[in-house]
């Protein structure tokens, strides 16, 4: 299988030559954040002006969230299956440290109470699920133990966010994405493919040919993932699913503001009295 990172090369693939860029090992830098004077610190500033490698991107990307102090993001995912198109809408609010509010939107469902929200201080998680007029408030999950140490191999080692997202959710990949560089993305053949803009903003796209090997149906050759990576920040800005010239999802940032202002009043959660609360 292909290995990422390193300086460009060329292959001759059925009838086009496909530049990529590859290394002899496999990228496992996601848990090696720089620390300065006790403070966590983005290893790279900023992209260089012509295309970075692909180790390059990754690292960058691992330190998405060191670069602002605030972000406002607003993904549209669109999935295709055998039901059909469905829609749905992930809205991020954040401030360092701890504080973040996401809420979850079903257009199809057509009714106000089409959201869930998720939010949380860094100590206490609170949720509302408006379908089913019930809400929860719990303790934030600990870190699990035994993650850091040093004398463990860099896949072993997970990385910690500075501001907690919702577990394995679209939010916590495209703004933390070190582990889907490093646990994903870096198991398939990775190529820089160009820059586009998003939204607006200038993104480096890269793709990443049959990524991880599945358990499912979804494990063809023919897969791959294809991402754009906003410049100036590293957050993910689009995410495409791919099986041969078919898209079966496609995530794209519709509002991607770093260092936005937010009001206190935007990490308050107000529930109805009569609402039921679930421990």
Not at 57 to 83: I, K, Q, S, Y
Not at 110 to 117: L, Q, R, Y
Not at 244 to 257: D, F
């Amino acid at each position: 299988m292909g290995r990422v990172g390193g300086g460009p090369q060329a292959r001759r693939d059925g009838h086009d030559t496909i530049p990529r860029m590859s290394t002899t090992t496999r990228w496992a830098d996601a848990a090696l954040t720089l620390s300065v004077d006790g403070e966590r610190r983005a290893e790279i500033a900023q992209l260089p002006a012509r295309l970075p490698d692909v180790a390059t991107l990754f690292t960058f990307m691992r330190d998405a969230e060191l670069r602002f102090e605030t972000l406002r993001l607003r993904l549209e995912e669109r999935t295709w299956v055998t039901g059909g198109e469905t829609v749905t809408i992930h809205e991020l609010l954040l401030r360092h440290p701890g504080r973040a509010r996401v809420t979850t939107i079903h257009p199809q469902a057509g009714t106000p109470a089409n959201h869930d929200v998720w939010l949380s201080d860094g100590e206490t998680v609170r949720t509302w699920h408006a379908g089913h007029r019930f809400g929860t408030v719990r303790p934030a999950r600990s870190r699990v133990a035994g993650l850091d140490g040093r004398d463990l191999p860099g896949m072993s080692r997970a990385y910690h966010p500075r501001t907690r997202l919702p577990a394995n959710s679209l939010l916590d990949t495209f703004v933390h994405p070190a582990g889907y560089c490093q646990n994903v993305l870096a198991t398939g053949r990775c190529r820089i493919l160009g820059v586009e803009l998003v939204g607006g903003r200038e993104a480096i796209v890269l793709e990443s040919l049959h990524p991880r090997t599945i358990e499912m149906a979804g494990d063809r050759p023919d897969h791959r993932l294809v991402l754009a990576v906003d410049r100036e920040t590293g957050v993910v800005a689009r995410l495409e699913e791919r099986y041969g010239s078919v898209t079966s999802r496609r995530v794209a940032a519709t509002e991607l503001a770093p260092d936005a202002s937010i009001p206190d009043s935007a990490f308050t959660l107000s529930v109805p009295a009569e609402a039921a609360q679930i421990y």
